[in-house]
């Protein structure tokens, strides 16, 4: 059974710093690529960040600059370091592990969200 369980969400100010971690089990994490998606009530979830299981790195561009992934494949942990937050960051975040097949169909696993809000 496949499990992503993010955590470090929180309430902070403008200007403040998080970092939400994705621990995942069930899944041989290395060969995976992961990323953090973020989600506000009425609107579709975006792309935040993602990493390739080789380390490569790509950021939606309101967040460049500011936030960082990373990942820790001897823990199979994913993390995203927030720093300088904005209102406009307020969402909840999602982990996911996404792989594509050989034959080309992907497959994505979703953690259950944490919720980060940033007061002005």
């Known amino acids: 059974q496949v499990q992503l369980v993010e955590s470090g969400g929180d309430l902070v100010q403008a200007g403040g710093s998080l970092r939400l971690s994705c621990a995942a089990s069930?899944?041989?994490?290395?060969?995976?690529?992961m990323g953090w998606y973020r989600q506000v009530p009425g609107k579709q979830r975006e792309l935040v960040a993602t990493?390739?299981?080789?380390?490569?790195?790509n950021y939606t561009d309101s967040v460049k600059g500011r936030f960082t992934i990373a990942r820790d494949n001897a823990n199979d942990t994913v993390f995203l370091q927030m720093n300088r937050l904005k209102p406009e960051d307020t969402a909840v975040y999602y982990c996911?592990?996404?792989?594509?097949?050989?034959?080309?169909?992907?497959?994505?696993?979703w953690g259950q969200g944490t919720q980060v809000t940033v007061s002005s």
């Open positions: 069930g899944i041989i994490f290395s060969i995976y690529g």
């Open positions: 990493i390739t299981h080789g380390g490569s790195t």
């Open positions: 996911n592990a996404h792989r594509t097949l050989s034959g080309g169909r992907r497959i994505d696993y």
